[in-house]
């Protein structure tokens, strides 16, 4: 068994990255969509949520305004409230998602998709003089999938965009956005110190897979070879 971090500031790719493990036989457990699940109407996060953050980030249907709350979160300061609770919960949750898969083959490759591996301070504690690094107990190696500023916030529009041209003040809106989200995030400089693989994700996704192709031996060996 092998339990993979993969992870990647915003617009870094990641995701595209995951779906090509996941080609070739990883398990991906996406953090993101832990936490949307979580979000839902009836939850104990959402409604942990509604109480701390209050009505304002319901939208007319009961649903969480995302949006609300992102910006409660980003502009204003308030990130390290969300991340107390959805933080907690969603690791919990991977952790029993990788229980499962390892009990029914213990030589799979788990891979959780998730940007905040080293940001978040929740989840077990590690070793002895690592007490600040919970990440470690977790994983037993990280992939980083890195790419340069100007990519990740070109990305992060196209995909906030999608099919529909944007105007310039929606343009500056979400380049603020994204700005902000990054500057939440722990510089790939300094991730990359503490990663095992690193994947470069400036160029194509063609580049991406080759990448992806000659790490997934090696993944799926240490898996294989594993205690």
């Not at 690592?130 to 990740?152: G, M």
Request: hydrophobic share 45%; proline share 3%.
């Amino acid at each position: 068994m092998l339990r993979v971090g993969l992870t990647g500031g915003l617009g870094s790719g990641k995701s595209t990255a995951a779906r090509l493990l996941a080609e070739h036989g990883a398990h991906v457990v996406e953090a993101d969509g832990i936490g949307r699940e979580m979000m839902q109407p009836g939850q104990a996060v959402y409604a942990a949520l509604v109480e701390r953050f209050g009505s304002d980030v319901l939208l007319a249907d009961g649903q969480l305004d995302r949006t609300a709350l992102a910006r409660l979160a980003f502009a204003e300061g308030r990130v390290e409230e969300l991340n107390a609770i959805v933080h907690p919960a969603v690791i919990a949750r991977q952790a029993e998602i990788a229980k499962a898969i390892f009990e029914d083959d213990w030589k799979a490759v788990v891979v959780v998709e998730s940007a905040l591996i080293f940001e978040t301070k929740y989840g077990e504690k590690g070793t002895e003089g690592e007490p600040d690094e919970p990440w470690r107990s977790r994983f037993d190696c990280i992939v980083l999938v890195t790419a340069s500023e100007e990519v990740k916030i070109a990305r992060y529009l196209e995909r906030m965009a999608g099919s529909r041209a944007l105007s310039d003040e929606e343009r500056a809106r979400l380049m603020a956005d994204a700005k902000s989200r990054l500057a939440q995030q722990i510089p790939d400089e300094r991730k990359a110190e503490r990663s095992d693989f690193i994947v470069s994700n400036d160029g194509s996704l063609e580049e991406l897979k080759e990448q992806i192709d000659e790490l997934w031996p090696v993944l799926a060996f240490a898996s294989a070879n594993s205690v």
